[in-house]
């Protein structure tokens, strides 16, 4: 496999968005937080919230000390909030185990708390510039486009992704870094799934799907997820009626949160499980760590 590297960094650096987490001086902590917001998260939504994170809590120790009831309310609607909770419980390991600094290798990123595989590779290199294949939605379209001639990526195979992106990265770190980042963002801004913009495209003459015409994907239709009236949807509404006050609340400010009794007991009994919300003793509802009395 072959691609114009050069010509790819090239046009990340004059096309790249300026986006605050890549900003010189920002620091892995940065990155981390940047990237656990990001996931399933668009860019619009993270921005404005990463900035008042970072403000708030610049360091990992600065997030441990934090109430678990201050976070859910500064995530806010970013979505899927029990990464706010995971992202905490990784900071406090950071703060403890690795001097308030996030460590630079793979393995000992993944073995933080609520650390995956992409983000993993993600923070050694972003933040540290370290030769790693990162892999994501984007990163597997433009490389099945670009080298393999197929309309869209199909199904995901981590050994494959990998694979296939390591063979396309050069053996130096700070190079192999930046063509990583490159590749994620030719994806998100012109080698897009619905309406790729090849005429833009640095790479388009050396790219296999262009040389074969362009052909439709004709593999597994990927499912369409919804989110109006999911268990997703509720368990939302009823965080929302939380993160309003500062103070627990009784039974009926979450009932009249969401018409479905049934539904909105299950979300409630999820959200209690996931350590999402706690109950005190005269019966209301409130974050975990609010005030509970």
């Not at 990155?31 to 900035?51: D, F, G, H």
């Not at 103070?247 to 499980?273: H, T, Y």
Request: proline share 8%.
């Amino acid at each position: 496999m072959s691609l114009p590297r050069a010509a790819l960094v090239d046009w990340f650096a004059e096309h790249a968005r300026d986006l605050p987490w890549r900003a010189p001086g920002t620091t892995a902590w940065g990155v981390l937080v940047s990237e656990i917001m990001l996931q399933q998260t668009p860019v619009a939504r993270v921005e404005p919230a990463w900035l008042d994170w970072m403000a708030r809590w610049p360091a990992p120790s600065d997030l441990a000390a934090a109430s678990p009831a201050d976070v859910l309310r500064a995530w806010g609607k970013l979505g899927y909030p029990r990464r706010a909770l995971r992202l905490r419980e990784a900071a406090a390991v950071i703060a403890e185990r690795h001097g308030d600094i996030v460590p630079s290798d793979v393995d000992t990123l993944l073995a933080l708390p609520g650390i995956g595989a992409y983000t993993a590779r993600a923070v050694a290199a972003f933040a540290y510039g370290r030769r790693c294949p990162v892999v994501d939605t984007n990163v597997r379209r433009v490389v099945a486009r670009a080298v393999h001639g197929a309309g869209d990526a199909g199904p995901a195979s981590t050994v494959r992704d990998l694979a296939d992106v390591d063979a396309l990265l050069p053996a130096e770190d700070p190079v192999a870094a930046r063509l990583s980042i490159a590749l994620m963002e030719l994806g998100a801004l012109v080698c897009t799934a619905r309406a790729p913009r090849c005429a833009d495209c640095p790479i388009r003459h050396g790219c296999a799907w262009q040389q074969a015409g362009r052909p439709a994907y004709a593999g597994p239709a990927k499912p369409v997820q919804r989110y109006a009236g999911t268990d997703r949807h509720v368990r939302g509404r009823l965080l929302d009626v939380l993160r309003d006050t500062p103070e627990p609340v009784a039974k009926a400010a979450l009932d009249a949160a969401w018409p479905d009794a049934g539904q909105r007991d299950r979300c409630l009994d999820s959200l209690l499980v996931d350590g999402l919300v706690e109950q005190v003793a005269d019966g209301r509802f409130g974050l975990p760590g609010d005030r509970l009395t």
